[in-house]
């Protein structure tokens, strides 16, 4: 399961992030690494970008960065 596949208002952890690439790197420097916890909090009408709550911030991410971050599903 990735990113992109969590709904609004559900908590994950990460649990492991794509290929090494330019896009992994940025995504490790916005703070999203193994074990982080996340929550959903909205997406846009058209459905990208999504937002997130994590370590205390709110972050917007392209679905092709979430799609990249694979996470397992924790009960709010």
């Given at each position: 399961?990735?990113?992109?596949?969590?709904?609004?208002?559900?908590?994950?952890?990460?649990?492991?992030?794509?290929?090494?690439?330019?896009?992994?790197?940025?995504?490790?420097?916005m703070?999203?690494?193994?074990?982080?916890?996340?929550?959903?909090?909205?997406?846009?009408?058209?459905?990208?970008?999504?937002?997130?709550?994590?370590?205390?911030?709110?972050?917007?991410?392209?679905?092709?960065?979430?799609?990249?971050?694979?996470?397992?599903?924790?009960?709010?």
């Open positions: 399961m990735t990113l992109k596949d969590i709904r609004p208002g559900e908590k994950c952890i990460i649990e492991g992030l794509g290929k090494k690439s330019a896009l992994r790197r940025r995504i490790i420097d703070g999203l690494t193994m074990g982080t916890e996340i929550k959903v909090k909205k997406l846009a009408p058209l459905g990208d970008p999504i937002e997130v709550t994590v370590r205390g911030y709110e972050l917007s991410l392209r679905m092709k960065e979430a799609s990249e971050i694979r996470v397992r599903k924790v009960e709010a």
